[in-house]
């Protein structure tokens, strides 16, 4: 692509001289304006953009001294490099009034061309090169104004405000003027700190003292003032309402599972405790043989119908920070081995068989909630295995923990229900599918409870190849037994 031709406006009152500039000077890439008077340079000047301008001192009428300082008096033309053209033996203050009018430089009579032609190619190139970096200029104010996300930037020495867009200006609601300046600080909330909800960086705040939640991406630029950062800040108010609202509605979702979960639980028992005893009190109460079994029935049920409530109540009791540990050196080897041996039944029943790989530990923790975590863990292992199945309960030191594990041969849990088995009222698709009774309340239980007394609670399962728990508990390392005080 040939290069944009560059003007060159040359002035003298001669005609020679002036040719013998032009014929000098001629190229392809420069168009060459000749001015035959001080006056003439003016007009053109006032309608062209010059590279440089070649002067002529000695002329009548406005002399190039004089017709200097009217160019430099200009504001459209103030800048423009000017080359006085001169007689070699012009004394010093000469040159020295020229350099004070702002001349660049100038050459001497006679003119050599190879120095003519070097100054000229000097200042060209200059012209080409501010002209490209005002092009660019121009496009990046373009793009900075034009988007329409709010940027700002920043100095990083005195964090204050250098530049700001359209967008950033409707943001923050502050005029231009008073944005730019403005110390970074007085966009910031005085809370500060991190992010209330998941999902934007931080809160800043507008002119009217209203907050709203920002998203930031930084980068560092580095400016004519200095080292800076490019700051483009998003409003994410509406995707975080909207996101609270869905959280909203699943919360609300949640309840009406739970209330609807929790009702069809109570209802089988209630049922079957009410046509129970009707039953009794129809006439089979003098039935020797089934009247024992059904009282039996009605017992189960109604243990069933406390079970649920109990959970209900224990989850209640830890939201609310009622249900504090009470830690005490407890020695877990036999406290572990009577509890699940008591749960024999259970396992016989369904015909699951339960190994104990344990090891001796003192632990420092809530016996209660322990028995708790325990017996949640291992029911659930047996309720969930399939007949025939293995549970078995083992545990390890791990540096200043006990590792309780318990695994089965059971259903396993879905990997879709992995992230979520902890949470209140959540049962796996499969445990649904197979109407195995309960509540999702266990596994909640346990995590609150395991994390109240400074341990943690995880599963691993495949599924068909059964779930595997396991969680820490403290061990009693310099705490002293409750019998020993
Ligand atoms: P519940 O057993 O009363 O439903 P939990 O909170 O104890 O409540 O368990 C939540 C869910 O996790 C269960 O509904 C079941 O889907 C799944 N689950 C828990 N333990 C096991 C296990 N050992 N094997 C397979 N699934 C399990």
Known sequence: MPLERVKLLLVDDQPANLLALASTLESPELELVLAHSGQDALRWLLKEEFAVVLLDVQMPGLDGFETAS???ARERTGHV??????????????????????????????????????????FVDMFRKNRELKASEERYRAVFSAVGEAILAVSDETERILDANEAAVNLFGYDRRTLVGLHLDRLESESGGGPAVQGF??????KDGFL??????????????????????????????????????????????FVANVSHELRTPIAAIKGFSETLRRGALNDDRNRLRFVRTIEAHADRLSALVED??????????????????????????ELILSMAPLSGRRRVSVELDLCAARLYVDAKHLSQVLQNLVDNAIKYNKPGGKVNVS??????????????????????????????????????????????????????????????????????????????????KGKIPVAAK
Do not use: C
């Open 81 to 122: 490099p000017i080359i006085f053209v001169t007689a070699v033996n012009t004394t010093d203050t000469h040159v020295t009034r020229g350099y004070r009018l702002g001349a660049v430089d100038y050459i001497f009579k006679p003119l050599v061309s190879e120095i003519l032609k070097a100054k000229v190619s000097a």
């Open 201 to 206: 960086d931080r809160y800043l705040r507008r």
């Open 312 to 337: 209900l109540l224990t989850l209640a009791a830890l939201e609310s920070g009622r249900d504090v540990p009470h830690p005490t050196v407890v020695e877990f080897e036999p406290f572990a081995r």
């Open 395 to 476: 545990a390890s030191l791990d540096r200043d923990y006990l590792k309780v594990t318990v695994k089965d041969t059971g259903i396993g849990i879905p990997k879709e229900d992995l992230p979520k088995i902890f949470t209140r009222f959540h049962r796996s698709s499969k445990a649904k599918e197979l109407s195995i009774r309960g509540t999702g309340l266990g596994l909640n239980i346990v995590k609150h409870i395991i994390e109240a007394n400074g341990g943690k609670v995880w599963v691993e399962s495949g599924s068909n190849e059964g779930s595997t728990f396991h969680f820490t508990i403290p061990l009693a």
């Open 70 to 72: 009217l160019i430099r």
């Open 212 to 257: 709203f939640p920002a998203e930031i991406t930084e980068a560092a630029a580095n400016l004519d003032t200095g080292p800076a950062r490019i700051v483009v800040i998003r409003d994410v108010t509406e995707r975080i309402q909207a996101a609270e609202a869905e959280q909203l509605r699943e919360k609300d979702k949640m309840q009406r599972e």
